[in-house]
């Protein structure tokens, strides 16, 4: 081992690593971007048009927001545990606990 020699590579170009960084960065972003229809949502949470405006809302209200896991949807649950806020606009929610 005394007479090994060890030749290291010069290190790339700044731009180039710069350039492999936000491409990755980028495709990592667009990568987590989960989209879900919004039928295929309600199918999810087991919410048929016919069972809508068929349940009490004077203990909840349960209200799907997307999904978490590859079949289980996440709902936002007001009138249930600690207080929460959140805000309603547009055609997507964005809820937020406080």
């Given at each position: 081992?005394?007479?090994?020699?060890?030749?290291?590579?010069?290190?790339?170009?700044?731009?180039?690593?710069?350039?492999?960084v936000?491409?990755?960065?980028?495709?990592?972003k667009?990568?987590m971007?989960?989209?879900?229809?919004?039928?295929?949502?309600?199918?999810?949470?087991?919410?048929p048009?016919?069972?809508?405006?068929?349940?009490d809302t004077?203990?909840?209200l349960?209200?799907?927001?997307g999904?978490t896991?590859?079949?289980?949807?996440?709902?936002?649950?007001?009138g249930?545990?600690?207080p929460?806020?959140?805000?309603?606009?547009?055609?997507?929610?964005?809820?937020?606990?406080?």
């Amino acid at each position: 081992m005394e007479r090994a020699v060890l030749t290291l590579d010069s290190a790339p170009p700044g731009e180039l690593v710069q350039r492999i960084v936000r491409g990755v960065g980028e495709m990592a972003k667009s990568g987590m971007a989960v989209a879900v229809p919004f039928d295929r949502l309600l199918e999810m949470a087991d919410l048929p048009p016919t069972r809508w405006w068929s349940w009490d809302t004077a203990a909840n209200l349960r209200v799907p927001l997307g999904p978490t896991g590859a079949r289980k949807p996440q709902f936002m649950v007001l009138g249930e545990g600690w207080p929460i806020t959140c805000s309603w606009s547009g055609s997507r929610v964005r809820a937020r606990a406080i």
